[in-house]
């Protein structure tokens, strides 16, 4: 018995009505929900690995660079790049042959190598004092310790690969190109 209306005055209302009442209001989504979909928990290491380096990823494929993140993950799983420290280097080179290409500059391509060399930096156990990346005459220097101002001022030969590598000796050396795994 519903004790909101008098006696008897239930039989007044429709049964339509009652029935409106009792269900829930359904929620009105926002057009762009597909933003409150949550990514499986197992790809937000992914996700990270790309637009915490290149928060301008995102303005490639707005909001939320789902579409882009699709096509990496979709490439990535074709060519399992290793989790390496070639890993941003490899994330480059889908970069540079996706459909996003023709809308990039060189700032992403620059963060993603800066990322490889920092995880280089972080991984090697050579006596290599540092590490030197090369794209389209665009280089990239990190070092484990002291830096060598001069080193990073020499100009470095071309490379014949589309994204190369050196070790820097003891001393900060360049010792030449070699390709990227």
């Not at 009505?17 to 928990?41: C, G, I, K, Q, T």
Request: net charge negative; aromatic share 12%; with cysteine.
């Amino acid at each position: 018995m519903n004790h909101l209306l008098p006696a008897g005055a239930s039989r007044l209302v429709s049964k339509a009505s009652r029935r409106l009442r009792a269900e829930p209001l359904r929620p009105e989504y926002p057009s762009n929900s597909r933003n409150f979909v949550h990514l499986d928990a197992r790809l937000l290491p992914y996700w990270h690995s790309v637009f915490d380096i290149c928060p301008a990823l995102l303005k490639l494929d707005p909001p939320d660079g789902l579409n882009l993140f699709r096509s990496f993950m979709t490439w990535a799983y074709r060519n399992q790049p290793a989790e390496d420290w070639t890993y941003h280097l490899n994330v480059c080179r889908w970069l540079l042959g996706s459909p996003y290409r023709t809308k990039i500059d060189d700032e992403p391509i620059e963060a993603f190598m800066a990322a490889a060399a920092a995880s280089w930096i972080n991984t090697d156990e050579s006596q290599a004092q540092g590490v030197v990346l090369a794209w389209q005459g665009t280089h990239v220097f990190d070092w484990k310790g002291a830096r060598f101002p001069a080193a990073e001022q020499e100009v470095l030969p071309a490379t014949e690969w589309d994204i190369a590598w050196c070790p820097l000796t003891p001393r900060g050396a360049f010792n030449g190109w070699l390709p990227v795994p």
